[in-house]
Each structure stands twice: as C-alpha cells, then as structure tokens.
Nanobody, 125 residues
Framework: QVQLIESGGGLVQAGGSLRLSCAASGRTFTIYPMGWFRQAPGKEREFVAA???????YYTDSVKGRFTISRDNAKNTEYLQMNSLKPEDSAVYYCAATQRPSFLIATRGDEYSYWGQGTQVTVSS
C-alpha cells in the first residue's frame, strides 16, 4: 500500500504564491508517475499537472506558465509550485500516484491508484 500526505495549502491573495508538497510512504519503490488534480465546489475534479519518473511534465492549459510540478525521488515527494494565483485556482488540491510504467505522464484520474486527502487552496481577489 501507498499513503500520500499533502501539505502547503492555505489562503493567499490573487497574484501570490503557494507551494504544495505530497509525501509518499509505504511501498514507494513501486510509484512512478505522479500528478495533481483539483476540485472546486460544485465542479468535477480536474487535472492540473503530471510528472513521470524522469521529470517530464505536462500541465493543463489554464496553469501553464504559472504552476511548476517537480519531484524529489530520494524523498518520495512531489511538489506543485503555484505562482500568479487567481481566484479561479481556489479548490481542494489532491496529489495522486500510480504504479504504471515510469515513462507515463498520466493525465486522467482513472490512471491513478493512490490519492491524498486533499489540501485547500483559497485565493482571494
């Protein structure tokens, strides 16, 4: 089993920055692709960013140029640096991990096996 614990959410003004972290524990040697999703009230969960084992990344269009996903394989941790935040970025952010092939950049929720509990990000205008 794998457990994911997010941290770093909070309240920030528009234009500000936050850095989310996701620490994996358990059978972490089996984890390769990782990602971030978010869900705002009344909306479906949406893909934000994904990264494979070698560090190749992919972003949804609305966060390109503002968000950066990264990972520290030695620490079994992934990060989401969020800059130039907008009120529409407000949501609960979830990290996810999967045991799929290490080269995969997974952008769909059904590609992931493990999920964190979520961390709230609120951006005020």
């Amino acid at each position: 089993q794998v457990q994911l614990i997010e941290s770093g959410g909070g309240l920030v003004q528009a234009g500000g920055s936050l850095r989310l972290s996701c620490a994996a524990s358990g059978r972490t040697f089996t984890i390769y692709p990782m990602g971030w999703f978010r869900q705002a009230p009344g909306k479906e969960r949406e893909f934000v960013a994904a990264i494979n084992l070698s560090g190749s990344a992919y972003y949804t269009d609305s966060v390109k140029g503002r968000f950066t996903i990264s990972r520290d394989n030695a620490k079994n941790t992934e990060y989401l640096q969020m800059n130039s935040l907008k009120p529409e970025d407000s949501a609960v952010y979830y990290c996810a991990a999967t045991q799929r092939p290490s080269f995969l950049i997974a952008t769909r929720g059904d590609e992931y096996s493990y999920w964190g509990q979520g961390t709230q990000v609120t951006v005020s205008s």
